[in-house]
């Protein structure tokens, strides 16, 4: 950008006068307002990871088991509000976020279900065999990617171990007095967890087991709310997919799910990335993208959305033939060598060159 | 929510994501809000002033990133200039509507870029130690506007006159879900500013500088495209001040006295900006947008 000042706004002959003024003001504030001082000590991590212990275990239901995580000392753990999640680092290394299901007034220890899945990536079968009472784990967070917002009239749908975040904002919905439903699906009664809790708090509940009922419909389901509610769904990607898609003909009005990590790579192929300035070459296997790769090698690179919509973990390639999957570049920009890093991969063996 | 209510601090921990939003103005009037040309400008300067501003947020707060030492904010600060920078990509898109319109932002849109280039932006030839404190002086500007437009945020998710008057509803879905988005991270560029400073008098001269010129940038915005709108409203097409306060007194822009107000409250020692706004409000208007809903799929 020229450094000489731009036009007039009202194309008068001469250069902008309030331009002019912010350029002197400038030009004598940041010398002055950034003279290097004795450095302050920067501030304490707010949230370090902390380490929790397995202080009880027990089965919930078919195939459920529930933690309850407190601090070894028994201090009162950080506050969190329904819909909040925990990051767990599993002993394997695996990390792995579970919903906080207890009672946010209840600040001895956080409490996590876990149902077992056999076909999944491991993280819950670990959590079933390998956390006895006692394990010492250490868990990031509570983050909150699902806030309840209280409205008025709710209709809470939940499908099977869906139930962990929805049961706090049903309790808190109770304590609220607001006016609330709970549509709870499941294959089998059997395999619902916390079914006795939820009729303690009162509200109208129903539950729609797939033995008695049948696999229902989105559309049925969001039938029961009345007009102008807000709906919360958690539960199986094909559920919320159906929620989502049924919802504007449904009478409610407002829609809150739970926003998950980036899906897992499809189709990917491994290739490497060629650091040019530095010279370091990074194999990204078919798994990673390579934005996971880059950040270990350069932690300070920026990233953000990591679904190929925001722009911000963009990179030039100098050269290689990249294989676009991003939603935001346009032709212009990938023809002048610009890649978004968080989807974008490239053919099998492929080496492309990074401006880095 | 009354403190009582609020054991937790509003935001606390919430998990700031961008959203996918698009928007379609190929059927958005010059004066989206009916017969009301002024208060229509006034908010137009949003869509001149934040592609370039939020481009300069996502620059500064990139620079930033080497600098923090605390992984919670760190992950608040990724989340933060993902939003930003589809924030700036939707008002752009607004813009390129009034060029094809016929009003042509050029003139004010040339002197904002150059003014987050040339004034706020890198400055050639600094030692590393004034590099880093041009970077935290930046930071603390940045906390200054972030106060104002979470006070914007929270007027327009309140501003039910614009309903009224017959704003047009994919332009207020727009500012809502944008002014959401703002209330939900109004935390983030302070909290930076506090770790990478906590003291007091950066943040007490960067507002006195930031509040002015923030103030200055808009009425000269206002005028201008006004002055440039190709429908004049009247024979003698120029913006004035009781225009601006009659459409204000309707609750179609923001009061000048209540923006005053929020800027001397940032200077509070006790500040923070979650005492501002409502989370849940803004939670629960973007699950009720049309476009942040349709992002969502």
């Given at each position: 950008?020229?450094?000489?000042?731009?036009?007039?706004?009202?194309?008068?002959?001469?250069?902008?006068?309030?331009?002019?003024?912010?350029?002197?003001?400038?030009?004598?504030?940041?010398?002055?307002?950034?003279?290097?001082?004795?450095?302050?000590?920067?501030?304490?991590?707010?949230?370090?990871?902390?380490?929790?212990?397995?202080?009880?275990?027990?089965?919930?239901?078919?195939?459920?088991?529930?933690?309850?995580?407190?601090?070894?000392?028994?201090?009162?753990?950080?506050?969190?509000?329904?819909?909040?999640?925990?990051?767990?680092?599993?002993?394997?290394g695996?990390?792995?976020?579970?919903?906080?299901c207890?009672?946010?007034?209840?600040?001895?220890?956080?409490?996590?279900?876990?149902?077992?899945?056999?076909?999944?990536?491991?993280?819950?079968?670990?959590?079933?065999?390998?956390?006895?009472?006692?394990t010492?784990?250490?868990?990031?967070?509570?983050r909150?990617?699902?806030?309840?917002?209280?409205?008025?009239?709710?209709?809470?749908?939940?499908?099977?171990?869906?139930?962990?975040?929805?049961?706090?904002?049903?309790?808190?919905?109770?304590r609220?007095?607001?006016?609330?439903?709970?549509?709870y699906?499941?294959?089998?009664?059997?395999?619902?967890?916390?079914?006795?809790?939820?009729?303690?708090?009162?509200?109208?509940?129903?539950?729609?087991?797939?033995?008695e009922?049948?696999?229902?419909?989105?559309?049925?389901?969001l039938?029961?709310?009345?007009?102008?509610?807000?709906?919360?769904?958690?539960?199986?990607?094909p559920?919320?997919?159906?929620?989502?898609?049924?919802?504007?003909?449904?009478?409610?009005?407002?829609?809150?799910?739970?926003?998950?990590?980036?899906?897992?790579?499809?189709?990917?192929?491994p290739f490497?990335?060629?650091?040019?300035?530095?010279?370091?070459?990074?194999?990204?296997?078919?798994?990673?993208?390579a934005?996971?790769?880059?950040?270990?090698?350069?932690?300070a690179?920026?990233?953000?959305?990591?679904?190929?919509?925001c722009?911000?973990?963009?990179?030039?390639?100098?050269?290689?033939?990249?294989e676009?999957?991003?939603?935001?570049?346009?032709?212009?920009?990938?023809a002048?060598?610009?890649?978004?890093?968080?989807?974008?991969?490239a053919?099998?063996?492929?080496?492309?060159?990074?401006?880095? | 929510?009354?403190?009582?209510?609020?054991?937790?601090?509003?935001?606390?921990?919430?998990?700031?994501?961008?959203?996918?939003?698009?928007?379609?103005?190929?059927?958005?009037?010059?004066?989206?809000?009916?017969?009301?040309?002024?208060?229509?400008?006034?908010?137009?300067?949003?869509?001149?002033?934040?592609?370039?501003?939020e481009?300069?947020?996502?620059r500064v707060?990139?620079q930033?990133?080497?600098?923090?030492?605390d992984?919670?904010l760190?992950e608040?600060?990724?989340?933060?200039?993902?939003?930003?920078?589809?924030?700036?990509?939707?008002?752009?898109?607004?813009?390129?509507?009034?060029?094809?319109k016929?009003?042509?932002p050029?003139?004010?849109?040339?002197?904002?870029?150059?003014?987050?280039?040339?004034?706020?932006?890198e400055?050639?030839?600094?030692?590393?130690?004034?590099?880093?404190e041009?970077?935290?002086?930046?930071?603390?500007?940045?906390?200054?506007?972030?106060?104002?437009?979470?006070?914007?945020?929270?007027?327009?998710?309140?501003?039910?006159?614009?309903?009224?008057?017959?704003?047009?509803p994919?332009?207020?879905?727009?500012l809502?879900?944008?002014?959401?988005?703002?209330v939900?991270?109004?935390?983030?560029?302070?909290?930076?500013?506090?770790?990478?400073?906590?003291?007091?008098?950066r943040?007490i001269?960067?507002?006195?500088?930031?509040?002015?010129?923030?103030?200055?940038?808009?009425?000269?915005?206002?005028?201008?495209?006004?002055?440039?709108?190709?429908?004049?409203?009247?024979?003698?097409?120029?913006?004035?001040?009781?225009?601006?306060l009659?459409?204000?007194?309707?609750?179609?822009?923001?009061?000048?006295?209540?923006?005053?107000?929020?800027?001397?409250?940032?200077?509070?020692?006790?500040?923070?900006?979650?005492?501002?706004?409502?989370?849940?409000?803004a939670?629960?208007?973007?699950?009720?947008?049309?476009?942040?809903?349709?992002?969502?799929?």
């Amino acid at each position: 950008m020229s450094r000489s000042l731009p036009p007039d706004l009202y194309g008068r002959p001469r250069a902008d006068r309030m331009m002019r003024v912010l350029a002197a003001f400038g030009d004598a504030f940041f010398p002055l307002s950034t003279r290097p001082r004795r450095r302050c000590r920067p501030a304490a991590a707010n949230a370090p990871p902390r380490n929790l212990v397995v202080a009880t275990r027990r089965a919930e239901a078919e195939d459920v088991v529930c933690l309850r995580l407190a601090a070894p000392d028994g201090a009162a753990l950080p506050a969190w509000r329904p819909g909040a999640h925990l990051d767990l680092h599993l002993p394997s290394g695996r990390r792995r976020q579970y919903s906080l299901c207890g009672d946010p007034a209840d600040r001895a220890a956080y409490r996590i279900a876990v149902r077992r899945i056999e076909t999944g990536g491991g993280g819950s079968v670990e959590v079933h065999d390998a956390l006895p009472e006692g394990t010492r784990l250490t868990v990031s967070g509570p983050r909150n990617a699902f806030p309840f917002a209280a409205e008025p009239c709710v209709l809470f749908i939940a499908g099977g171990i869906g139930i962990t975040p929805i049961l706090p904002m049903a309790r808190e919905a109770a304590r609220r007095g607001l006016d609330w439903r709970l549509v709870y699906t499941g294959r089998s009664r059997a395999r619902l967890p916390f079914t006795d809790e939820l009729r303690q708090l009162g509200g109208r509940i129903e539950i729609v087991s797939g033995e008695e009922h049948g696999i229902p419909a989105a559309a049925d389901l969001l039938r029961r709310a009345p007009a102008g509610a807000a709906v919360y769904a958690c539960g199986p990607v094909p559920m919320l997919d159906g929620i989502k898609a049924a919802f504007d003909a449904s009478p409610a009005t407002a829609l809150h799910c739970e926003r998950f990590a980036p899906a897992p790579i499809r189709g990917g192929h491994p290739f490497e990335l060629h650091l040019a300035r530095s010279g370091r070459a990074l194999p990204v296997p078919a798994d990673r993208s390579a934005l996971d790769v880059l950040r270990e090698a350069v932690p300070a690179a920026a990233y953000s959305c990591r679904r190929g919509l925001c722009g911000i973990c963009r990179q030039r390639v100098l050269t290689g033939l990249v294989e676009h999957r991003d939603h935001r570049l346009t032709d212009a920009e990938r023809a002048g060598g610009a890649m978004l890093v968080c989807v974008s991969r490239a053919p099998a063996g492929e080496r492309l060159v990074l401006d880095l | 929510m009354s403190p009582a209510e609020s054991p937790v601090h509003e935001h606390d921990n919430l998990v700031l994501q961008p959203r996918d939003v698009r928007f379609d103005w190929s059927r958005l009037p010059m004066h989206w809000i009916p017969g009301e040309p002024t208060a229509t400008h006034t908010i137009n300067v949003l869509h001149l002033l934040l592609p370039a501003g939020e481009r300069w947020f996502v620059r500064v707060f990139k620079q930033a990133l080497p600098l923090i030492t605390d992984d919670r904010l760190r992950e608040d600060v990724l989340g933060f200039i993902g939003q930003e920078a589809i924030h700036a990509q939707a008002h752009q898109g607004v813009l390129d509507h009034l060029l094809a319109k016929g009003l042509d932002p050029g003139p004010y849109v040339r002197q904002v870029e150059w003014l987050f280039h040339r004034v706020l932006g890198e400055r050639p030839g600094l030692t590393p130690e004034r590099a880093r404190e041009h970077v935290v002086e930046r930071v603390a500007i940045i906390a200054a506007v972030e106060h104002f437009t979470a006070f914007l945020g929270n007027w327009v998710l309140n501003a039910d006159a614009l309903d009224l008057a017959g704003a047009d509803p994919v332009m207020l879905d727009l500012l809502r879900w944008h002014g959401a988005e703002e209330v939900e991270h109004r935390s983030v560029a302070y909290d930076l500013l506090r770790h990478l400073d906590p003291g007091y008098a950066r943040r007490i001269r960067t507002m006195a500088i930031t509040g002015p010129a923030l103030y200055w940038l808009w009425i000269r915005g206002a005028r201008f495209l006004v002055a440039a709108d190709p429908q004049p409203a009247g024979p003698r097409q120029k913006a004035s001040w009781r225009g601006f306060l009659a459409a204000s007194r309707r609750g179609l822009l923001p009061s000048p006295g209540a923006a005053v107000c929020s800027g001397a409250r940032y200077v509070r020692r006790g500040y923070h900006p979650t005492q501002e706004g409502s989370t849940r409000q803004a939670v629960a208007y973007l699950a009720t947008s049309p476009a942040a809903r349709a992002a969502a799929h």
